[in-house]
């Protein structure tokens, strides 16, 4: 029971590199999102989706773009990688997000990245 | 804009101590309040809260949710060292803006 896999671990990149986070889940959920972990500050939502097809902003969504072509999949682009942009990401998935709110959200492990 | 309040942010006590971790929020459409433990890496789901005055329990961990004072709390008691983690609380809101707002977390500390 894989639940939600995030890839990878951990990531250096350099200032004005692009890069993927990979997302995946097996649970057949339809709401994902991703969050940006920083010291002091809590979680804070960059975007989700909904369903297949549908995404929209979060609290952070500058800088990063989402796609949602599949149930199971929602990958994060960092368009041109930022020191501002160095934290732990997670990403998460629920059974359904909107207007219901009553399932917890499952969390992949993180990924660590630092933008030099 | 939404918020949510944890308090304290951080608390260290000794083995066999209760402990009280309090959560308040300001949160649009307001649906329901979440407690998650993070150890050392992703955060693992605790308690759901949607109901006023319905306390919620797991073994040592308890929770309950008082919607006309906008809170929650989440009682451990008699604590162990396996205990020690960052709680989170976060508020679930629908609308166009979907998705949870997390509070800053309480990183307790449990001493032997």
Redesign the interface.
Known sequence: NAGVTQTPKFQVLKTGQSMTLQCAQDMNHEYMSWYRQDPGMGLRLIHYSVGAGITDQGEVPNGYNVSRSTTEDFPLRLLSAAPSQTSVYFCASSYSGVGVGTTEAFFGQGTRLTVV | EDK?VQSPLSLVVHEGDTVTLNCSYEVTNF??L?WYKQEK?????LF?L?SSGIEKKSGRLSSILDKKELSSILNITATQTGDSAIY?C?A???G??????????THLIIQP
């Open positions: 949510v649906r329901s979440l890496k992703a955060p693992t789901f759901m949607t989170l976060a679930y809101r629908r166009s803006a979907d998705g949870l707002t997390f509070g800053k977390g």
